[in-house]
């Protein structure tokens, strides 16, 4: 702080003589705050008073006193006497003052004494006031002209000038200093005229009247002072260099002295937000204000800061901040997570997101013809809009030393580690330390923080793989539970590491496992020992009696044998049923007979989408997922209960419920039948239809679904499964002719059970696997499938006729099943007749070609392979056309097909006034409030960015403007109007080219496309339209541009405290 003097006088005279009304303080009253809660200090042209947030109550205020009595500041008061009042990133009050503001002692305008009484009032009642006398003294000198824009205000001073002829030239010397009575001649007096490019505006104003407009002008020793609060009503806006400026252009007219004397009092800000490019914040400034420079322009210096305050070269330099120049448009370039930024995390449609913010402040020194010196500053808090945010993954493992090693960041100083989950299982925070397991904390220099995260290989919980060449993998899958403050939203943060190992010669079986579309898939690696072992699920041996009554798939390779478990095996259990789907679970283990020893043991996890789910779990309850969309008229899954209308259900969306309950409530019965226990209950629609006089049509439908559940009556409870399948797409067998097959197999079991009285002396199992193939004649005459298709309103509708054929239905080259099909949106029908597939309109498979304003076509293609022979029955492609509303479409080939509207915006524009960033792209087609642009990514100022999954390509759609200067006022009444067009592309192995020079046939598949309406409020971008075209699987909304990776520098960690360590363990 320069030439800081602030004098708190707390706990020593608080209200002894004024008393503040509402205050309940008295004297003597033990009211001294702890010591740091109130920070002050002397900046260029203002006071400035900091107030920890720690100490703010439920109400507070400040009341300015001076030689008058005491002064309320109200929103409006403040801004009219040069006062600002907000808070920083850290939630302190920060409180600033312009030393030629109201109420301010001012000597000799040098030096300044502000008395401030901060007022507290707690939230049971209790009110405080705290007086603070500030003192400081001027800086730096006073140029001839200063603006200063405010965060809520502008200013302009300036120190009078008179004209003296010179050597045949005109020399502007400083007139003498006012008198009392020359300062109330002003403001008897003295008269006003407001003017707009030239142009006067009315007739002069006095200064009365300009007073009760909410303009404030005064007089000083040496200076004439005009402040207002932006959109004043004689002020006006426009463009400079394609900047906003807000501009008050005033002349005070005075006799002085019996001559007529004009002061120029005309002030302009700008007003622009900073935009987002690439990783940087980036804001513009003009060069030149043109409504502020007469004559020849000649600029002095420039000057960055930020919090209010400027900075050195070197430490602009070593922040990492840069101002270009470009077309005479200053940017002040400040990149993500320099010092001075700080992050703010978000959660924006269930994704993470992050918001960087910087409180600006920039100086602009320039002479001309009239004033010597000008000296134009700017506090501006420039923030970005939430952008999607993955955090960033360094792996520093070193295998040698046999621990994991990662680095995850940066994560917003809002978020903080709720629950971390290695392998699938949480850890709790106790069991660490003993498992050698580290988790610290490192904070960089702006707030935000990053997770350094270290597992011994010898933990538990890390999966291994056998590998070729004597190699062994191991894995480190875990699961960072992150919470968001103060709204408690969680998100997870996941992540696998892999590190390969040498293995020792002498290894034993071990187990690895995975996920398939109908199970779960356990391999058991036999290793190197070739000692006996027992395979375990759960703690239930695996014996024939297991395989035959979970339906067991087994496969016996040389050196594995592979187990597959169905989704209702035994074993199983199920977590997390919820309407997104089901998690089954299942634990095995591997024992070596001759050590008695569980050798290795694993944990898979699979998840699995359900339609229709019935599950009866052994304590007791039923979870049952029920599909309402099969009735005509559709009945509303959320009105459909158990047989007690009290029992509604758990979750619904818009065509399934779920309920939860146990056996025991919501009307369910129970009967025997043979050697079971039957619990039944059904799920109806209920509706009540009052007695009329008239007679009531109504379209009601008749709901009603029967769920079951069977337990035997003299055992323990055993789960059962039942997941419903609405298809007709079967596996293939293979080509091969019907043969017998001979092959030795090694003299190694693969499954054991118990000794029983059939087989006394056999305690070991062989299996003679046999394949049966059917071969078909190539004469066989088969009939001709039948395969129709339709065009309807917002979809294509395929139609198969069932026959004694085989048939696999497959879009592009991959087989067509339920989950696929739940994914993408399609919608399958299977009856006793035909299997019907309707395909929404801009679903993953369409093809689009003549896009115009009116309508354009959209083709899809269905393949129907017999899956006996594997030849391709029918290939089906269909065409539809279809009426052109609003569309984005990104082409494989790297060309995009836009249209969109101008109907919301108010005042109406007509479309053929847009273009793209570059303004010779204009529209290939408009109608009243429509265009069509068709451009190709390398074209039309399109911008590009490449992270590690994804290339995105980004323009905007533009209103072209321009205004020129004329003799009369001018209104104009042009919308601000502004989209943003991005595709992004899955990136692939082939190198993608910057965007000026990319080949077409780079861009391999469709991209997912986006348009994003820029509204008035940065912080939020609202999405209009779907994606066309994506190579996503599902309907794809809207998005922001993923962000590019950032790098942690070690020059990012903040400096060690004296005493601490860098690293906070957890």
């Known amino acids: 702080m320069i030439n800081m ?214 007089v000083t020793d040496t200076r004439v002072v005009l402040r207002c609060a932006y959109s004043s009503p004689q002020s006006y806006r426009l463009m400079d260099k394609g900047v906003l400026v807000e501009a008050v252009s005033a002349v005070i007219l005075v006799q002085r002295q019996g001559l007529l004397t004009a002061i120029d009092v005309s002030g ?45 070269e070197c430490a602009v330099r070593e922040r990492g901040y840069k101002v270009t120049t470009n077309d005479r448009v200053l ?29 600006l402040f920039f100086m ?44 995850v960041g940066v994560f917003p100083w809002e978020m903080s580690l709720k629950k971390l989950s290695i392998g699938g299982e949480p850890v709790a925070w106790p069991d660490a330390q003993k498992q050698a397991l580290h988790v610290c904390q490192v904070h960089l220099k702006n707030g935000s923080y990053i997770y350094q995260l270290r597992v011994p290989f010898s933990n538990p919980s890390i999966s291994q793989k056998r590998m070729r060449g004597g190699y062994r993998r191991l894995s480190l899958a875990f699961v960072l539970t992150l919470s968001l403050s103060p709204s408690a939203e969680e998100f997870n943060y996941s992540a696998t590491v892999v590190c390969d190992v040498k293995e020792a010669a002498d290894t034993g079986p071990w187990l690895e496992g995975g996920c398939t579309e109908s199970g779960v898939q356990v391999l058991l690696h036999y290793g190197t020992r070739g000692r006996p072992w027992e395979l375990y699920v759960g703690d239930r041996q695996l014996d024939w009696e297991l395989v035959e009554l979970g339906d067991f798939r087994l496969e016996l390779e040389e050196d594995y044998l592979g187990v597959e478990l169905p989704l209702y095996a035994p074993g199983m259990t199920y ?21 008695v020893q569980v050798q290795h043991n694993i944990t898979q996890r699979c998840s699995f989408p359900v339609r229709d789910l019935q599950v009866c779990l052994p304590e007791g309850r039923m979870v049952v997922v029920v599909d309402t969309s099969r009735t005509l008229p559709l009945t509303p899954p959320n009105s459909v209960t158990l047989m007690d209308p009290s029992c509604g259900p758990n979750q619904t969306d818009s065509t399934r419920a779920l309920f939860n309950f146990t056996l025991d409530s919501c009307g369910t019965t129970q009967t025997v039948d043979g050697d079971y226990l039957v619990y039944e209950n059904q799920v109806v629609y209920p509706h009540d239809l009052q007695p009329t006089a008239e007679p009531v049509i109504h379209r009601y439908s ?190 494989p080939e790297g060309v995009v097909s836009v249209v969109t509207s101008t109907a919301m915006v108010r005042p109406r524009m007509h479309p053929n006034r847009t273009s793209l960033l570059d303004s010779r792209c204009r529209p290939e087609e408009t109608d009243n409030n429509r ?8 074209t039309c100022g399109t911008k590009s960015r490449i992270d590690a999954n994804y290339v995105t390509y980004e323009n905007e759609v533009v209103l072209l403007r321009e205004l020129f200067p004329a003799r009369q006022p001018i209104i104009t009444r042009d919308s601000a109007f502004r989209l943003t067009v991005r595709c992004h592309y899955r990136a692939t192995p082939i190198s993608i080219l910057p965007v000026d020079s990319i080949p077409r046939n780079s861009l391999l598949t469709p991209g997912r496309g986006s348009i994003v309406e820029m509204r008035q409020d940065k912080t939020r971008i609202r999405s209009r339209f779907k994606a066309v075209g994506s190579d996503f699987i599902g309907i794809v909304r809207a998005k922001a541009a993923v962000p590019q990776a950032q790098q942690l520098m070690q020059d990012d960690v903040a400096a060690e405290p004296k005493g601490a360590s860098m690293c906070r363990p957890l």
């Open 702 to 891: 008749p709901y009603r679904l029967t769920v079951q559940c069977r337990f035997p009556a003299n055992q323990t409870f055993r789960v059962s499964f039942r997941h419903p399948t609405d298809t007709s797409v079967s596996l293939p067998l293979p080509r091969k002719r019907g043969r017998r097959s001979k092959r030795r197999f090694p003299r190694r079991p693969f499954v054991r059970g118990p000794r029983n009285d059939k087989h006394t002396l056999l305690l070991e199992y062989f299996a003679i696997l046999l394949l049966l193939s059917k071969y078909i004649e190539a004469n066989q005459k088969q009939v001709p499938l039948k395969v129709t298709a339709e065009c309807k309103e917002a979809s294509m509708l395929f139609s198969m006729e069932h026959s004694g054929m085989d048939v696999q239905w497959e879009i592009g080259s991959l087989p067509l099943t339920q989950r696929m099909a739940m994914i993408r949106g399609y919608i399958m029908r299977n009856t006793a007749k035909h299997m019907t597939l309707e395909v929404p309109l801009f679903s993953v498979g369409y093809r689009y070609e003549d896009i115009n304003l009116k309508h354009f076509y959209a083709s899809f293609e269905v393949i129907f392979r017999d899956t006996e022979t594997l030849n391709i029955s029918v290939t089906k492609v269909q065409r539809c056309l279809f009426k052109t509303h609003e569309l984005i479409v990104c082409g």
């Open 5 to 218: 003097r602030a004098l708190v006088l707390l706990g020593l005279f608080v209200l002894s003589v004024n008393q503040i009304p509402g205050s309940s303080s008295t004297p003597g009253s033990s009211s001294t705050p702890p010591l740091g809660t109130f920070v002050a200090g002397c900046h260029e042209r203002n006071f400035w008073l900091s107030i920890k947030s720690s100490f703010l109550g439920h109400m507070v205020r400040f009341d300015i006193e001076d030689g008058t009595g005491i002064h309320f500041l109200s929103r409006q008061r403040a801004t009219e006497c040069g006062y600002t009042i907000l808070f920083d990133h850290h939630g302190n009050l920060v409180f600033r003052a312009s030393y030629l503001a109201c109420y301010v002692d001012n000597k000799a305008d040098s030096e300044f004494r502000l008395q401030v009484w901060f007022v507290n009032g707690k939230a049971g009642g209790g009110v405080r006031a705290y007086p603070l006398l500030l003192h400081c003294l001027l800086p730096q000198s006073w140029s001839p002209r200063e603006v200063i824009c405010e965060a809520n205000y502008m200013e302009v001073s300036i120190k009078p000038q008179i004209p003296v002829p010179q050597n045949y030239s005109m020399k502007w010397m400083d007139t003498p200093p006012m008198s009392s009575e020359e300062k109330e001649q002003l403001k008897q007096e003295g008269m006003v005229v407001f003017y707009r490019l030239g142009v006067v505006q009315g007739q002069p104003w006095s200064v009365g009247e300009v007073l009760s407009l909410g303009y404030i002008i005064n």
């Open 268 to 312: 302009a800000c700008i007003m622009n937000d900073a935009v987002v490019e690439g990783e940087h914040l980036v804001w513009s400034s003009p060069l030149i204000l043109s409504l502020l420079v007469h004559g020849a322009f000649n600029h002095n210096s420039m000057r960055l800061g930020v919090d209010g305050q400027a900075l050195s």
């Open 575 to 595: 977590e997390n049923l919820t309407l997104q789907g089901v998690v089954a679970k299942v634990d095995m283990s591997v024992v070596e007979l001759d050590a």
């Open 931 to 938: 265009m069509l642009f068709v451009f190709t990514v390398d």
């Open 364 to 407: 602009l020194e320039w002479q001309d013809d009239l004033w010597p010196l000008t000296q134009h500053r700017t506090f501006r808090h420039l923030l970005s809009p939430y952008l999607p945010h993955t955090p960033i993954l360094i792996n520093d493992t070193v295998c040698s030393e046999k621990t994991f090693s990662i680095t």
């Open 331 to 359: 940017q002040v370039r400040i990149p993500f997570g320099a010092e001075g930024t700080h992050t703010r995390g978000a959660g924006v449609n269930g994704q993470l997101s992050k918001a960087v913010s910087l409180d």
